[in-house]
């Protein structure tokens, strides 16, 4: 039975649970599992007719008019048109599917919208990465992966799809080559910055991938106008290593942690060129003052500060030391983009780093990778914490609850610290991580402000780990975004509204500048400051504005007013953040797509969307496919999203996490209640709803204009997203 047939099935069956099911959340004692709720499976089926299609967004091929360049701030083509990237991230086996995969996959990604894709996690071994399993060291690459990868990349090309390939992520290196204590490193964070062989093993990974001509497009990568972009390391930053205590050098025994302390010798190493810069860079009385107050006997070594004496060091101490990381990182930097633009020949823009800890300051590595092309940052909507019991078993905890009750330190105020003026601005990585039970708040509030920032791409974490053409069709993993019937289904409305730029761009921009100084001591503020670390800053302040670092060698940052936290209006007035406290709701009002996401009541509206619902949280979107304004479009799609789960998944007691993660097929929580569309210039709306390959299921209804001009929509299907018609009137 293929995933249409079960499908079409459960949907049958599950109308009858419909009706039965508890229409307003219940607690996790009375239903400790979404088993009531409809099936609803997400199908990666070849050759979709979809009404809801918005490929249209695409210009295929990718690069088709030369490599995206850099303009006023901002992605173009060559021609100078203003280009923008919505996209997924493709990890592990999710970047190299079979053959038979690729082309299904590339035109369902086309399909819902989606022009750029993050090659992201390839430099692990076979099979699961690029990197030649049975090799004693990690510098040959697999030729079966290789060419998965670019049979891939070129059914995508042709799509409109462009790349985003990523260099150092998790490489764990061997001892034939040529790394000092190798079997510590994992996946060799902190040291990539200042080891010369690491450095030299980087340089040469990127050489052998970049120049590796692609069979199928006849281009090496370095001149393939298709790959948008180029990063250096992933979430890996020495001066963040620094704050959080992973440089201290007592690392004795290898550990599966992503995160974790550098091994001794490497510690030892970076004491002796942190003296060696000191030597060049600090006055020798300074020095010996240093040395007597710490009592160091003549010609010892003076030691790097950690965490715990920050608040106490001597300001010059403590800046010295953090000079020396923030050049170490900037020297980093430079070298490897010396290396890909003059030895390589790469051609398309590079990133350095991502903002990616915001619990901790980031003027330190922003000072540093702004100076490339690119400015990036990650975020996740309560990312997970994972640990390990008593009994030794992995698990996860999360905290479930509402990014739309929490404005001030929501995924786009988090976001907009890290955007600086004159750089295009990606988000390469982003989420709301499952089974988080407001997760259909992510898409529409993201692609929205995102519009508002004047950003530059977003790349949802991650479509999955594997080929998602031969996998079960279930949610196995907290970022996969694959088999999500939410996010998913969102995705097609999110496009719209960023690539065509629906929500304008702010009126103002608020640029802050931050002097030197200012950049190595917030390297010590706590994390109160978060997630801005500028004392004073009104985190509101990102919801009405536009934000950009203008430097971080200018003045230092002005003081501000303090500004209104009840209700957040953009300075366009196409953006409301309610902040009700535990029933926030954001607005979304433009001309061609209008959401209302939160906990909805009917007084909350937008020029052409109201909702009347038991649905205790949910996000409702519509959105124009034609171009046209919602009010005179004549085809509309509707979005509307509440919680998923997979099949027999249970929460814990406390709902924190969860005991069973479940088995297919994926279920939706139905939102019941009605929805009323005004200000329609029709006399007739035809609504269908669409199965999870966005194809018609079932019977369309037809809805006659009533009473004030208004269209009554009683949700009853077991679905989450409608094509809507509309039939005279214009």
Not at 311 to 328: C, G, I, S, T
Not at 461 to 476: G, I, N, P, S
Not at 484 to 511: E, V
């Amino acid at each position: 039975m293929n995933a249409r047939t079960i499908t079409r099935v459960a949907t049958l069956l599950s109308l009858v649970c419909l009706f039965l099911a508890v229409t307003q959340r219940s607690s996790a004692a009375e239903q400790p599992t979404g088993d009531a709720w409809p099936a609803y499976v997400i199908e990666w089926a070849k050759d979709v007719n979809s009404p809801a299609d918005v490929s249209f967004l695409l210009d295929a091929p990718a690069g088709k008019d030369g490599f995206v360049t850099v303009k006023d701030g901002h992605f173009t083509s060559p021609a100078g048109k203003r280009l923008r990237f919505w996209g997924l991230n493709a990890t592990m086996q999710g970047a190299l599917p079979a053959r038979e995969s690729a082309p299904i996959i590339a035109a369902n990604l086309a399909r819902i919208g989606v022009n750029c894709i993050r090659f992201h996690f390839l430099d692990l071994p076979a099979p699961t990465g690029l990197l030649d399993g049975k090799a004693d060291d990690t510098q040959h690459l697999d030729p079966q992966q290789l060419d998965r990868m670019d049979f891939f990349i070129a059914e995508l090309k042709k799509r409109g799809i462009y790349a985003d390939l990523n260099l150092h992520v998790g490489r764990k290196y061997k001892a034939d080559d040529g790394v000092r204590d190798a079997e510590l490193l994992g996946m060799t964070k902190s040291v990539t910055y200042f080891d010369p062989r690491i450095i030299e093993l980087q340089k040469q990974y990127a050489t052998t991938l970049l120049t590796h001509v692609n069979p199928y497009t006849g281009k090496a990568y370095r001149e393939e106008p298709a790959v948008a972009l180029v990063e250096f390391v992933n979430e890996n930053s020495l001066t963040e290593s620094w704050v959080q205590g992973r440089l201290l050098g007592k690392l004795a025994a290898p550990t599966n942690e992503t995160w974790h302390d550098i091994p001794p010798s490497y510690g030892q190493a970076l004491t002796e060129q942190y003296n060696q810069w000191l030597g060049k860079h600090v006055p020798a009385d300074t020095l010996a003052k240093w040395r007597a107050d710490l009592t160091l006997p003549a010609g010892e070594a003076i030691p790097r500060l950690v965490p715990k004496e920050f608040a106490k060091a001597p300001v010059d101490r403590f800046r010295a030391e953090a000079q020396f990381y923030v050049e170490l990182e900037d020297a980093f930097f430079q070298g490897m983009a010396k290396h890909l633009r003059d030895t390589v020949g790469v051609k398309c823009p590079l990133i350095g780093n991502s903002d990616h800890g915001h619990g901790n300051a980031c003027y330190a590595l922003l000072a540093s990778v702004s100076k490339l092309d690119v400015v990036d940052g990650h975020v996740y909507w309560q990312h997970p914490k994972y640990v390990t019991d008593a009994a030794g078993k992995r698990g996860f905890e999360i905290n479930d609850t509402a990014m739309a009750n929490d404005p001030l330190h929501s995924t786009p105020v988090q976001l907009s610290r890290s955007a600086v003026a004159g750089k295009p601005y990606t988000v390469s990585e982003v989420n709301h991580p499952f089974p988080a039970e407001n997760a259909c708040e992510g898409v529409p509030v993201l692609a929205a402000y995102a519009a508002f920032q004047d950003w530059d791409g977003i790349f949802w974490y991650t479509l999955d780990h594997k080929d998602v053409a031969q996998m079960e069709a279930r949610v196995a993993g907290h970022f996969d975004f694959a088999f999500d019937p939410i996010k998913m289904t969102q995705l097609p409305a999110g496009a719209l509204m960023f690539l065509r730029g629906d929500a304008k761009p702010a009126a103002q921009t608020i640029t802050r500048t931050y002097s030197h100084e200012q950049v190595l001591d917030s390297l010590r503020l706590t994390w109160s400051q978060s997630p801005y670390f500028t004392p004073g800053f009104p985190l509101a302040l990102p919801l009405m504005h536009a934000m950009r670092v203008g430097s971080f060698a200018g003045p230092a940052t002005a003081s501000f007013e303090q500004v209104p936290t009840d209700t957040v209006v953009s300075d366009t007035g196409e953006l409301s953040w309610l902040n009700r406290k535990s029933a926030g709701v954001v607005a979304i009002n433009t001309p061609r797509s209008q959401s209302l996401v939160g906990s909805v009541k009917p007084s909350d509206k937008t020029t052409n969307l109201s909702a009347d619902l038991t649905t205790a949280f949910c996000a409702i979107t519509l959105t124009s496919l034609d171009d046209h304004p919602i009010a005179t479009s004549r085809k509309l799609l509707l979005n509307t999203a509440a919680r998923a789960a997979n099949t027999g998944m249970k929460w814990n007691e406390k709902r924190t996490t969860l005991e069973n993660w479940g088995t297919a097929p994926t279920r939706i929580e139905p939102i019941t209640g009605k929805i009323i569309l005004s200000g329609i210039e029709a006399t007739e709306l035809t609504v269908q709803p669409l199965d999870g390959a966005g194809r018609p299921l079932g019977k369309a209804s037809k809805l006659a204009r009533g009473a004030g001009g208004t269209f009554t929509m009683t949700l009853s299907e077991a679905t989450v997203w409608y094509m809507i018609d509309a039939v005279g009137g214009r």
